[in-house]
Structure formats: C-alpha cells, structure tokens
C-alpha cells in the first residue's frame, strides 16, 4: 500500500498488520464484523469489530451474539427490521452490509451524523414538519430506548412545530397544520 498524504505507511502484506485496525484509521465508518454460523440457522454473530461511537453498547459485550440477540433492547426492532435545555439534536447513522468475497463475512459499515435540529430545519419547515410527525408516530418504548425522550419530547416537538410554521423568509407560514 503507497505511503498516504499523511505520511502513514501500512504493510497489509505483514501478518503483524491487522486489517480491521487499518481500515478503521481510514475512514470514518465504524466497522462491525458479522459470520454466518452453520450451526444456528445461518443467523448472522458479531465476530470483530471498531466502533467509535455507539449509543449504549459495546462490542466486547456483542462478541459472539447473533443479530437478533444484539438487537434485543430496541424496542420493535423483531416486528420492523441528547439534550439540554435549549439546544437538541438529531442522531442519524448511515449503515451499509458489505459481503467479503472470499471468506463470505459481513463488513456491516455504520457512520454517525449528529447535528443541532435547529440548524437541520432552518429556513425548512417542510423537513421540520416531516420529522415532527416522524416522532410523534414512535411508539412509546421506543421512545424511552431513545435516550428517554418522553423526558423532553414536549420540548422538540414545540421547537419542530414552531420551524414548520416558519417560511424560509422568517416569517409565519399560512400552513400553520401542515402535517406531511
């Protein structure tokens, strides 16, 4: 592998050189590892595994579970596959699968974006009104999983209601309901 503009060098070629380490020094993606295990319905097991950011877990607690068992405390998760006073802010992950081709494990890739809700409604009330009816349409429990949201739901949804009314001049929009 040639030398990075950083000046890092990687000998993949080295047997010493671990890949999941060098591939997590990289990018910015998390990476869990994910086998199929012959001997339990072909259900998918955490096997590895560099995550940065989690949210109330760790990898060494999921080595060797399956999907499902990992994904246990999340509410609804079987039946469907952070704040202060005044600022709250929207946690989005990109997740990607990515099959390895000769071993046939599962690169399960995950990136986390989190930005002021303020900032992502600004100027639109239509992305605020969306995401407002989004959260009014969890569940409780999954609520509570969320960081106990029910604690400052009333908060957020006052903040989002109040963008959704808000044209990008500023000024009241006549869709004052408008729910999409």
Known sequence: MPPLPTGDNYDIDDPSTDPLTVAALLVQEDFVMLRNDDSDNNLLHLVSGVVCFPMYWSVLDKIGQDVTTIHDPVPFFSDAASADSSSFYLRVERQMLHRLPRSGAIVFTLRTYIRDIQEV????????????????????????????????????????????????????????????
Do not use: W
């Open 121 to 180: 409604c600004e100027g639109r009330p239509a992305v605020a009104a969306r995401l407002a009816t989004a959260i009014r349409a969890l569940p409780h429990e999954f609520q509570v999983y969320k960081s106990n949201m029910p604690l400052y739901v009333d908060r957020v949804l006052a903040q989002l209601d109040t963008a959704a009314a808000t044209t990008a001049s500023g000024k009241p929009s006549t869709y004052d309901s408008l729910v999409l």
